[in-house]
Structures are given as structure tokens and as C-alpha cells.
């Protein structure tokens, strides 16, 4: 991939383990003619609504099943749950007419929403066993010492709780980023596209212009790398605490 997306059109696609002549056009071109910054920005738009939204709702959702008894708690995890097993293609004509009655089309709030909705299931099944993880004795503790509900949440059991937020963050970061088909239906306007939708521009019907396409999947890439670097010590403390008990 960037062998193609720093040579040129002669040179790209030869199996070359270098660029010959390394040059910016492909990238140049990308972000200029390409509008590819456009739908950076857009893309970045969406994935920070999806990844604010599922967190926080995530969060609150998880404490209410792994903290409080009501009726019907077991049923609505498996309604969670079963939600997830519905694949996409059944969900996009009725997500479609909810956000057109809504009219959300064409706007990276919409398709954020959408997003979110999509991304919960599964980020409130993964805080649910980071919640269920911190010891009860912890949150007693914090009300013995003269601490509410708020401040015990905010004080106590969130920052216990934070590397969860991190797995679901990045969780929910993919499911914005790499998500074509909604994206597709929902974006009806090429200002509106994501960059998973924009890449598609660069596909002709006869050839492929494939250091356009390199190039502009190298820039698709780095931000998610960028995520990575930034959170990765927190990811590897979520995982490693969801995967024990007390």
C-alpha cells in the first residue's frame, strides 16, 4: 500500500518493494481534487459523536444492570444482546426511514446517531463486565465516608471503570470508522460522504487508479493508528481488568 501511494502511475502496482521515484501526487491529489480532507473531517465528525455517545450511554447502562435489581433485568440483556445478532443489511431500510422521518439525512449527527445505536449493544455488554468487576465493599466504602450516589459514581467507580471506557472507545471508534453501507444510504450528498464512502470515487468502471487508492487508504489508516498509540496502555489495562474478577 504505500509503495503504491508514493509512486507514480507508471511505476505503481509493479511489485516493486521500493518506489523507484518516490513522490506526493497521489496524495495531492487525494486531499485536493479528491476532496479527501472533506471527508476526513466528516469521518472524524461521526466517530467522535459514536464514540461520546456509546461511552456515556454504555456507562450508565452497564451500572443500572450490574448494580440495581429490577424486574425483568435478565430479559433486557437479552434483548441487548439478540439486537447485535441482527446482521445490518435488515436494519438499513428502518434506520433509514426513522432518520429521513427525523430529518437527520445527509447530517453527521444522524449518521452519528445511527452509529451509537449500533455500537451499543456490545459497549454495554463489555462496561457491564468492568462494572460487575469492581468489588462492592469499594462503593460501601465511599458511602460510609459521607459520599452520594453522584459523587461516589464520579469520584469512586468511574475512574476504576475508565480503562473499560477505553476498550469501548475504541470499539465503537471502528464501528464509525470503517462502516460503508449506512454511511452510503444515509449520505446522499458527496459533502457528506466519510472517507470509507469516498474511497469509492477512485474505483472506475473499465480500471482502478491504484496509487489514488493506496494513497488515500494510507490516509484512512493513520488516524486509527494515532488512536491506537494514544490509548493502547489504557486498552491493555481494560482488557486485562474485564478479564478478572475483584
Not at 450490574?66 to 441482527?86: D, E, G, K
Not at 466504602?141 to 475504541?170: C, E, H, K, N, Q
Request: contains cysteine.
Amino acid at each position: 500500500m504505500l509503495v503504491s501511494a508514493f509512486s507514480d502511475r507508471s511505476t505503481s502496482g509493479t511489485g516493486a518493494l521500493l518506489p523507484t521515484d518516490p513522490t506526493f501526487d497521489n496524495f495531492t491529489y487525494v486531499m485536493t481534487e479528491g476532496h479527501f480532507s472533506l471527508y476526513l473531517r466528516n469521518s472524524l465528525a461521526v466517530a467522535g459523536i459514536t464514540v461520546a455517545g456509546a461511552c456515556l450511554l454504555a456507562l450508565l447502562a452497564s451500572v443500572a444492570v450490574a448494580r440495581f435489581r429490577f424486574r425483568f433485568r435478565t430479559t433486557v440483556l437479552v434483548l441487548i444482546l439478540v439486537v447485535q445478532m441482527v446482521p445490518l443489511e435488515a436494519l438499513v431500510i428502518p434506520l433509514f426511514l426513522q432518520v429521513r422521518d427525523l430529518r437527520m439525512l445527509n447530517t453527521v449527527l444522524g449518521l452519528g446517531v445511527v452509529y451509537v445505536a449500533l455500537a451499543l449493544p456490545l459497549a454495554v455488554w463489555m462496561m457491564r463486565g468492568f462494572v460487575a468487576a469492581v468489588p462492592r465493599e469499594v462503593e460501601e466504602a465511599a458511602y460510609i465516608d459521607g459520599a452520594s450516589w453522584p459523587r461516589m459514581f464520579w469520584s469512586v467507580l468511574f475512574p476504576l471503570v475508565a480503562p473499560g471506557l477505553v476498550a469501548t472507545a475504541v470499539f465503537s471508534f471502528i464501528v464509525a470508522w470503517n462502516e460503508f453501507v449506512l454511511a452510503l444510504t444515509f449520505m446522499q450528498r458527496s459533502d457528506g460522504y466519510t472517507v470509507a464512502v469516498g474511497l469509492r470515487q477512485f474505483f472506475g468502471q473499465y480500471a482502478n487508479e491504484w496509487g489514488h487508492v493506496m494513497a488515500a487508504s494510507t490516509i484512512i489508516t493513520v488516524p486509527v493508528m494515532v488512536f491506537f498509540v494514544l490509548v493502547q496502555r489504557w486498552l491493555v489495562a481494560g482488557l486485562v481488568q474485564g478479564a478478572v474478577k475483584g
